[in-house]
């Protein structure tokens, strides 16, 4: 059968396997002339009704996120397995990866939470308190202590509800993130941490020294420069990437490529002789990816060339 014939009888076969779930009679009836049509039908209705039977007994270990908290529409109910083959083919392994971002890890009440390049997604783990996380970004979170979070890679922003008796701790590699009543920006890229306080503040904990950190302050441990350094950092900058913009005050390009690949979803390495040029300007982003990059080449005084492996930044001449 060709493949978009077997698509097409599959399709079919789903839609009766929805239909079916609570069919009159004149529904069966139906059903039993399309299998009479075509030995395939029924084939493929077996395939779909087995696979759905083998799917059940794992929905006790998904947890179906809600929608990004971000507008007001209501929420929609989990989903069951019924709109699970509703999406048929390759919409279905397309829809499961957008919409399980949870992977359980083993008996343990700990899971993950993904993004891709380029996406976003906001996790609610209490009243008050949210995660939103960037593109490219793998957390762990506890379905038992909605007070503990772990950042494996990426960036997240966070709103926390503080509670004297309960502190919030994130986790970053060694490190240790206490919220003291905040609204505080992570990222942990390549071994190098960054933290910025837009509200309250923050305990950060590294093997060596505890930091009190203040709204407006943003700090840098990087294990290969030895300390610590903490800066002053416009509070309008901490996590304006959720709005689409990105703040600089002479940060290094290497920072603004790694940011510019999770807000676009692409992949930027840095030439070595321009990844420390300090860089101050905002950056708007729009989405557009690669014609991005392209228009911003001017104003970072850099070339963008793409390649099998990404996009390489690349010198322009000498630096602005």
């Given at each position: 059968?060709?493949?978009?014939?077997?698509?097409?009888?599959?399709?079919?076969?789903?839609?009766?396997?929805?239909?079916?779930?609570?069919?009159?009679?004149?529904?069966?009836?139906?059903?039993?002339?399309?299998?009479?049509?075509?030995?395939?039908?029924?084939?493929?209705?077996?395939?779909?009704?087995?696979?759905?039977?083998?799917?059940?007994?794992?929905?006790?270990?998904?947890?179906?996120?809600?929608?990004?908290?971000?507008?007001?529409?209501?929420?929609?109910?989990?989903?069951?397995?019924?709109?699970?083959?509703?999406?048929?083919?390759?919409?279905?392994?397309?829809?499961?990866?957008?919409?399980?971002?949870?992977?359980?890890?083993?008996?343990?009440?700990?899971?993950?939470?993904?993004?891709?390049?380029?996406?976003?997604?906001i996790v609610t783990l209490e009243a008050g308190t949210q995660v939103t996380l960037n593109g490219s970004t793998r957390m762990t979170f506890d379905?038992?202590?909605?007070?503990?979070?772990?950042?494996?890679?990426?960036?997240?922003?966070?709103?926390?509800?503080?509670?004297?008796?309960?502190?919030?701790?994130?986790?970053?590699?060694?490190?240790?993130?206490?919220?003291?009543?905040?609204?505080?920006?992570?990222?942990?890229?390549?071994?190098?941490?960054?933290?910025?306080?837009?509200?309250?503040?923050?305990?950060?904990?590294?093997?060596?020294?505890?930091?009190?950190?203040?709204?407006?302050?943003?700090?840098?441990?990087?294990?290969?420069?030895?300390?610590?350094?903490?800066?002053?950092?416009?509070?309008?900058?901490?996590?304006?990437?959720?709005?689409?913009?990105?703040?600089?005050?002479?940060?290094?390009?290497?920072?603004?490529?790694?940011?510019?690949?999770?807000?676009?979803?692409?992949?930027?390495?840095?030439?070595?002789?321009?990844?420390?040029?300090?860089?101050?300007?905002?950056?708007?982003?729009?989405?557009?990816?690669?014609?991005?990059?392209?228009?911003?080449?001017?104003?970072?005084?850099?070339?963008?060339?793409?390649?099998?492996?990404?996009?390489?930044?690349?010198?322009?001449?000498?630096?602005?």
């Amino acid at each position: 059968m060709a493949s978009d014939a077997r698509h097409s009888v599959r399709a079919q076969a789903i839609e009766w396997h929805i239909r079916l779930r609570h069919g009159d009679d004149a529904s069966w009836d139906a059903f039993a002339e399309w299998l009479a049509m075509d030995p395939r039908h029924a084939e493929s209705y077996d395939e779909i009704e087995q696979a759905d039977l083998a799917i059940e007994p794992l929905l006790s270990d998904v947890v179906f996120l809600e929608a990004a908290n971000d507008t007001d529409a209501p929420s929609d109910p989990p989903a069951s397995r019924w709109t699970w083959w509703g999406l048929g083919g390759g919409a279905l392994a397309a829809s499961i990866a957008a919409a399980i971002v949870l992977i359980p890890q083993g008996s343990t009440s700990r899971y993950e939470v993904v993004t891709g390049p380029g996406q976003r997604e906001i996790v609610t783990l209490e009243a008050g308190t949210q995660v939103t996380l960037n593109g490219s970004t793998r957390m762990t979170f506890d379905r038992k202590d909605p007070r503990f979070a772990s950042l494996a890679a990426g960036e997240a922003l966070f709103q926390v509800q503080h509670d004297n008796a309960r502190p919030f701790a994130l986790e970053v590699g060694e490190s240790r993130v206490e919220d003291l009543g905040t609204v505080f920006n992570v990222v942990r890229d390549a071994g190098e941490v960054r933290v910025a306080v837009a509200e309250g503040k923050v305990l950060y904990k590294s093997e060596k020294e505890a930091i009190p950190l203040q709204a407006g302050q943003t700090l840098v441990d990087l294990p290969s420069a030895g300390a610590v350094r903490v800066t002053r950092a416009p509070i309008a900058s901490v996590g304006a990437w959720q709005k689409g913009r990105l703040v600089y005050t002479g940060e290094p390009l290497s920072q603004v490529a790694a940011d510019l690949g999770r807000a676009l979803g692409v992949r930027i390495t840095v030439a070595p002789d321009i990844a420390g040029r300090p860089f101050s300007g905002a950056i708007a982003i729009d989405g557009t990816g690669p014609d991005q990059l392209r228009r911003l080449m001017p104003a970072l005084n850099v070339t963008f060339e793409s390649g099998t492996n990404g996009w390489a930044m690349k010198s322009a001449g000498a630096a602005r």
